[in-house]
């Protein structure tokens, strides 16, 4: 109604944006009237459709639809749009595009083109040989939908050469293709050599076209080849002289990188690859055998790479290009064949290998900055991690040196293990900004020395998650003034948080716990007084012992989220327990059979209340919620939803105040 009221208001309206207005699942018809209209902006709602008035904004030139999620389908009149020069329906889940899109002959900016099914389903493809003037971006999808070649030569891509970037894909699980019919559709999309930016995706054809081969593309810079496993062989890419980032995925048709990978004529000649900075093989799960230059030529390959990822390839075993003078990042993952020593460049800055047992790190650079290692053989100098480490992470395996300090080390990250990691030295650590540890089944305490109260001036993230064992923070608590985060989940031994929270965590802004099973209460002196949001799930001993938080006193705690599983509560929230600062409030109590009205009346600020899988709930409090309610949000409340689904009876009245009303996400209208 607001927005209707708006639209009706200001009929000369030349630009609207609406965009910053995420919850605007409808547009009023009344849009249709802003005849003046040139620019509409409605990136990230929540529209599901617009209204056919639309199609009559003759002036308009920009329509904006990004991240329009719920967005199935555009208008059927949109080829009277005759001035329309950008639509961006980029992040849309469109099922095809309306016909006549041909019309547009203005358009200068499309973001995507879905082709469409059959003779009466949505444009073709061959209508983008129409739109004379595009520019930019273009992805193409459902190309699957091609019937007749001759339609993908009327695109006309070797005319648009203001593309600059090009993606063109088909749909993931298309059956009864053909390969020939397909590799004939894609040698007719050739684009104009100025693209600098190329995406071929999910591709079932078993070669790639002839284009693809040439070296006449002379500008692109960035290449993509994924899902296209059906193919055999790499093209001979070696040879595009300004391509700088070349990622290929999923080709599990590929079993060998051969010679022709790096295009014709000899090495002695040519330097293959020569601008290449960044290059990624990932779900390769066929591939065995990399090519790789010795000698002389060696050094003619890749003299300019940077990023080195090979991801997910099971078969590979070897070997690796081994001269790469320019390598600052390595990144090896779940390739348990691989056997091979890695380079270790001078330059290297970044380096990650896990679940490749097989491979052999001899040393570290000394201008490492990031380590993770897990599931390899990883000897490390007895002198301890290079002074310039600045992030580490373990996955099981790991063992530091000890009597060391590691000054440089901002974060650390352990994952799996190691096994013998029973009590964590913070002291080891001392400029820590952020500590994760997951899944580590013999982490019991992170300790420090009884001598002192550690001092972490640093640290401003903890998270402990997936650890069974653990049971205790330093005795004599921890110092971080400038921690903001703490995450605690699945520790189902540990009784207590760290003593002294109240005085030694003043920054702390965010405190969540959760499945801590033994965790019974907070220590003397509660929780810091700037702490702005609360999450507790299912540490049920904790949340008995409520009353005992001292929520009341906490004037900057904005959001709180509260889900309990017991059987023991059945009216919630208590009158006193809440502080009056709360603007978001998210509870689950499956077994919760009332709310307490009298409990959300001094919560004069709160905007959002979200109620989560209470499925004893029958009823909303007869006091009604506080005025300043604007979104009240019902999610898998089968008794609720049958009572609130629709806008009548006396139940209604009750939330008949709030501007924004859902039910499982639905908005009720």
């Known amino acids: 109604m607001e927005v209707n009221n708006l639209l009706c208001t200001f009929k000369c309206l030349r630009a609207l944006s609406l965009s910053l207005y995420g919850l605007l699942a409808v547009l009023p ?35 904006l639809l990004r991240n329009c999620v719920y967005l199935k389908e555009l208008p059927t009149n949109m080829g009277r749009l005759v001035n329309l020069r950008h639509l961006d329906i980029r992040g849309t889940y469109l099922k095809g595009m309306p016909v ?22 949505g444009s073709k493809i061959k209508e983008l040989g129409e739109l004379p003037h595009l520019s930019g ?204 020593s890695l380079p270790s460049p001078s330059a290297l800055q970044e380096l990650t290998l896990t679940d490749c047992d097989k491979v ?33 992470q373990v996955n099981g395996v790991l063992q530091l040196p000890g009597g060391h300090y590691y000054p440089s080390i901002k974060s650390l990250i352990v994952y799996r293990g190691p096994g013998s990691l029973w009590s964590l030295p913070l002291e080891f650590f001392p400029k820590l900004k952020n500590i994760e540890i997951r899944y580590s089944d013999n982490l019991e305490s992170l300790s420090a020395s009884d001598t002192s109260l550690l001092d972490l001036t640093s640290l401003t993230k903890l998270t402990i998650e997936f650890c ?53 209460s907070f220590h003397e002196g509660g929780l810091p007084s700037n702490l702005q949001i609360l999450e507790i799930r299912c540490c049920d001993k904790l949340f008995l012992r ?22 023991e509560v059945g009216s919630f929230p208590e009158e006193a327990l809440l502080p009056p600062s709360l603007v978001h409030f998210n509870i689950s109590f499956p077994y919760l059979t009332s709310l307490n009205g009298k409990g959300f009346q001094h919560l004069t600020l709160l905007k959002q209340l979200e109620i989560w899988d209470c499925d004893n709930l029958q009823r909303l409090p007869e006091e009604g919620f506080p005025a300043s309610l604007s979104i009240l949000d019902i999610i898998g409340c089968a008794l609720l939803e049958k009572q609130y689904r629709r806008k009548n009876g006396k139940e209604w009245r009750k939330i008949s105040h709030i501007p924004i009303i859902r039910i499982n996400n639905v908005v009720i209208t």
């Open 29 to 63: 018809d009344s849009v249709g009237n802003l005849k003046h209209l040139r620019y509409l902006n409605l990136n990230g709602t929540d529209i599901k459709g617009l209204p056919d008035s639309v199609c009559g904004l003759y002036n308009l030139q920009t329509l």
């Open 100 to 121: 006549h899109m041909g019309k547009l002959r203005s358009l200068q900016n499309l973001s995507a083109f879905y082709v469409g099914k059959g003779e009466h389903s």
């Open 137 to 340: 971006t273009l992805c193409i999808s459902n190309l699957e939908n091609v019937c007749q070649t001759k339609d993908a030569k009327e695109v006309n891509l070797k005319d648009k050469k203001g593309l600059s970037e090009l993606d063109l894909k088909w749909g993931r699980h298309h059956e009864n293709y053909d390969s020939e019919h397909e590799r004939d559709v894609l040698e007719q999309l050739c684009p104009h050599t100025n693209l600098k930016s190329l995406s071929i995706i999910s591709y079932c054809g078993a070669e790639y076209p002839n284009w693809l081969e040439a070296c006449s593309f002379s500008n692109m810079v960035s290449l993509k080849l994924a899902d296209c496993k059906y193919c055999s062989s790499l093209p001979p890419l070696g040879q595009l002289p300004a391509l700088k980032e070349l990622s290929i995925e999923g080709l599990n048709g590929v079993s060998c990188v051969d010679s022709k990978f790096y295009g014709d004529g000899s090495c002695a000649t040519n330097k293959p690859f020569k601008s290449l900075e960044k290059l990624t093989f990932g779900r390769m799960l066929e591939w065995k055998e990399w090519f790789t230059f010795e000698g002389e030529d060696e050094g003619r390959v890749f003299p300019t790479l940077r990023e080195l990822r090979i991801i997910e390839c099971p078969k590979l075993t070897g070997n690796l290009p081994s001269l790469l003078p320019s390598l600052s990042v390595i990144e090896i993952r779940d390739c348990p064949e691989l056997v091979a």
């Open 360 to 392: 052999v790190l001899k040393e570290l650079s000394p201008k490492l900055q990031s380590l993770a290692v897990g599931g390899c053989h990883a000897s490390l100098p007895k002198g301890g991690l290079p002074t310039t480490l600045k992030t580490l």
């Open 468 to 520: 069974p064992n653990f049971v205790s923070f330093p005795s004599g608590g921890l110092c971080a003034p400038n921690l903001t985060q703490i995450s605690i989940s699945d520790c189902n031994k540990l009784k207590s948080l760290a003593e002294g929270m109240h005085t030694l965590l003043p920054s702390l802004l965010y405190l969540k716990l959760e499945d801590c099973s033994e965790l019974e």
């Open 546 to 567: 409520r009353m005992e938080w001292g929520l009341q006193s906490l004037h900057s705690l904005r959001e709180i989220r509260i889900w309990y599983y017991g059987r």
